[in-house]
C-alpha cells in the first residue's frame, strides 16, 4: 500500500510527522522516529526566550572565555556604570550564537544520520532574529522551517488588523532570507481565521500548521494560586482542528498540517479525509513510545485496503467541506434538535 505523499513539496514516506517538542531534540530519538516509520519530524523550536534565559545563566557561568566579561558586567551592575547595555548585549549575543550552534549542529549531525526530511522550528519575539535563525538553519541543512508564531491577542491597544500584520512581517522577512520552503504553525485566535489563513497561504508559505496547542493557566483553588493545565493533549480534542482543515481544504495556495489531538489511526485518517496533507503528533508520543506508530500505519494500510484506495492522494480531501454532500455541517456551531440526535 502506497502511503507516500507530499509535504511543503517535500516527498515523505508516509503522511505522520512527529510534531515539534523534547521529543525530536536528540539524535538518538530521532534516530529512533525514522526507524520507526514516520514521514518527517519538526525539531523542538529554537526560542528567542531561551535565549533570553541562556544570558542569564552565562552571566553566572564558570566558562573561562567569558569571565573577564563576567567580572567587566558586575563592575558595570555594581557601579551602575552607562556601558551597562554594551556588556548586556555581548553576553545576549554569546548566548545567541552558542544556543544557535547547538541547534545548528543537532540539524548537521542529524542530517548525516537520517533520512526523512527534517523541518527546523523557530520562535522569536523580535523581527530581526526570525530571518537571522532561518538563514542559519537554512545554511545547516534542514529540509524546511517551521515558523512557530503563536499571538495571544491579549493587548487592549491593538485591533485585530495590527495583531494580524504581525504574522505577515515575519513571512516577508523570512521569505527574503531563505529559498527552502516555510511553513506557519498558528494558534487560532483570529476574528477571520478564513480570510487571514487565506492571505497568509498567498505570502509566499508552503504550508499552514492547524494548530499549535498553548501553554494554558489554570487555577488551583486549594491553595488559592494559579496553576498551569495539562501539558498534553487528550485524544479528543482533534475536534477542533478537524472541522478548520475541512473548510479551509482546497482553498488555500499552501498545503496544510492538522495538528493537536491526533492519537490513533482512526483520528490520522479522519483528518486526511477532512483534507490535511499531513498530520503532526506529539502527545501520544509522551503517553506511550514510538514503538506504537508500525502498528498506526499498517492500521491505515488496512483501512485504506478495505474502502480500495491505493494512495493517499485517492482519498484525501474526499470528506472537507467542499466535497461533502452537507457542506453546513462544518459552519455549523448551535446544537439544534434537528442536526441532533439529543431528545
Ligand atoms: C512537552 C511539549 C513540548 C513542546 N514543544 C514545542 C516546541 O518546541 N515548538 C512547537 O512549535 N510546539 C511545541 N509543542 C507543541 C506540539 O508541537 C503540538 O503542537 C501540540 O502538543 C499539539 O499536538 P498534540 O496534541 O499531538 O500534542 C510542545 C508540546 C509539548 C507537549
Redesign the pocket.
Known amino acids: 500500500m502506497d502511503l507516500s505523499c507530499k509535504y511543503l513539496g517535500l516527498q515523505l514516506k508516509n503522511p505522520v510527522i512527529i ?7 536528540s539524535i538518538s530519538n530521532l534516530q529512533t522516529i525514522e526507524k520507526m516509520g514516520a514521514g518527517a519530524v ?6 528567542e526566550e531561551q535565549i533570553k534565559f541562556e544570558t542569564e545563566k552565562l552571566i553566572n557561568s564558570d566558562e573561562p572565555n567569558i569571565k573577564s566579561w563576567q567580572n567587566a558586567f558586575q563592575g558595570i551592575v555594581n557601579k551602575k556604570e552607562f556601558y551597562y547595555d554594551e556588556a548586556y548585549d555581548y553576553l545576549t549575543n554569546y548566548a545567541k550564537e552558542h544556543t544557535l550552534k547547538q541547534y545548528l549542529t543537532l540539524i548537521s549531525e542529524t542530517k548525516k544520520t537520517i533520512k526523512i526530511p527534517i523541518i527546523a ?1 523557530i ?1 522569536c519575539n523580535t523581527q530581526y532574529d526570525w530571518q537571522y535563525f532561518a538563514k542559519r538553519i537554512q545554511d545547516a541543512g534542514a529540509d524546511a522551517i ?1 515558523l ?1 508564531v ?1 499571538l495571544l491577542p491579549s493587548s487592549f491597544d491593538k485591533n485585530s488588523a495590527e495583531t494580524e500584520q504581525v504574522y505577515f512581517d515575519i513571512v516577508n522577512e523570512v521569505k527574503k532570507f531563505i529559498s527552502i520552503p516555510f511553513s506557519l ?1 498558528i494558534g487560532y485566535y483570529f476574528s477571520s481565521l478564513a480570510n487571514t489563513a487565506l492571505k497568509l497561504s498567498e505570502s509566499g508559505i508552503a504550508g499552514l ?1 492547524l ?3 498553548s501553554y494554558n493557566p489554570d487555577i488551583d483553588i486549594n491553595i488559592l494560586e494559579t496553576s498551569s493545565s495539562n ?4 485524544e479528543y ?2 475536534i477542533h482542528s478537524l472541522r478548520w482543515v475541512a473548510l479551509l481544504s482546497g482553498k488555500l495556495k499552501c498545503d496544510i498540517a492538522a ?5 490513533n489511526y482512526e483520528t490520522i485518517i479522519k483528518q486526511l479525509l477532512a483534507g490535511a496533507d499531513a498530520v ?7 503517553k506511550h513510545n514510538f514503538e506504537i506508530l508500525p502498528k498506526m500505519l499498517e492500521n491505515i494500510a488496512n483501512w485504506m485496503n478495505l474502502h480500495n484506495f491505493n494512495s493517499i492522494d485517492s482519498f484525501k480531501g474526499l470528506l472537507s467541506q467542499k466535497n461533502v454532500q452537507n457542506p453546513a455541517t462544518y459552519e455549523r456551531v448551535q446544537f439544534i434538535k434537528l442536526y441532533s440526535n439529543i431528545v
Open positions: 510534531g515539534a517538542s523534547a521529543l525530536t531534540s519538526v525539531l523542538k523550536s529554537i526560542f522550528s520562535h517551521e512557530n503563536y504553525k500548521t494548530f499549535n496547542r501539558m498534553y493533549s487528550t480534542e482533534y495538528s493537536t489531538g491526533i492519537h503532526q503528533m506529539v502527545s501520544v508520543f509522551y
